[in-house]
């Protein structure tokens, strides 16, 4: 199995399990290595595992989201390609936040700054679109804070209920909820 293959593996995972209940059984399970396998690709264990994700998470995030952020069209096209991508990266609404996955319990402190980081850059990609379309920059900030969180919560939300409908509403909603 290719190594992109094994991270594909493990991101569900974690996306299933969690930090903490993503045992090395279900990783090896789910992946089809045993420990050995998994020791070679991942020689430090569960947090590189995870860690592999996050980045491989961040680049995607990078490539699929940011740089059209950043691209060029009007503002409201790049915000619902946004909501386009966000609906195809958490499967309608169905798949957990990896970002969320990592924010809590033993995995927080191992990956603060590394969500920071993806966050942040998220909410500035954001904020700059809002700019762009004449908002306030103090004001774009925060209502592309906003929409993340609404996004975020959206998704906890809709897998609490077993109902995607937050989500897709959330989605449909980002142009309301950033002020254009």
């Not at 594909?8 to 789910?30: P, W």
């Not at 909410?123 to 762009?132: G, H, S, T």
């Amino acid at each position: 199995m290719s190594k992109d293959a094994v991270i594909a593996k493990l991101s569900d995972v974690f996306r299933h399990h969690g930090y903490e209940g993503a045992s090395l059984s279900k990783i090896s399970e789910a992946t089809g290595l045993g420990r050995a396998s998994l020791y070679h690709y991942f020689p430090k264990g569960k947090e590189e595992m995870a860690a592999t994700v996050l980045d491989r998470l961040y680049a995607n995030l990078e490539t699929n989201l940011l740089k059209p952020l950043q691209g060029k069209g009007k503002p409201l096209d790049r915000i619902r390609a946004m909501g386009k991508t966000l609906d195809l990266f958490y499967n309608n609404g169905r798949s957990s936040c990896f970002l969320e996955l990592l924010s809590f319990g033993e995995a927080q402190p191992l990956f603060q700054s590394a969500l920071q980081q993806t966050l942040s850059a998220w909410i500035d990609a954001l904020a700059e679109v809002l700019v762009e379309a004449g908002q306030d920059a103090k004001v774009a900030r925060c209502n592309a804070e906003d929409a993340i969180a609404q996004i975020e919560g959206a998704l906890i939300v809709s897998r609490c209920l077993g109902n995607n409908e937050p989500f897709k509403r959330a989605i449909a909603n980002l142009p309301k909820i950033l002020g254009l």
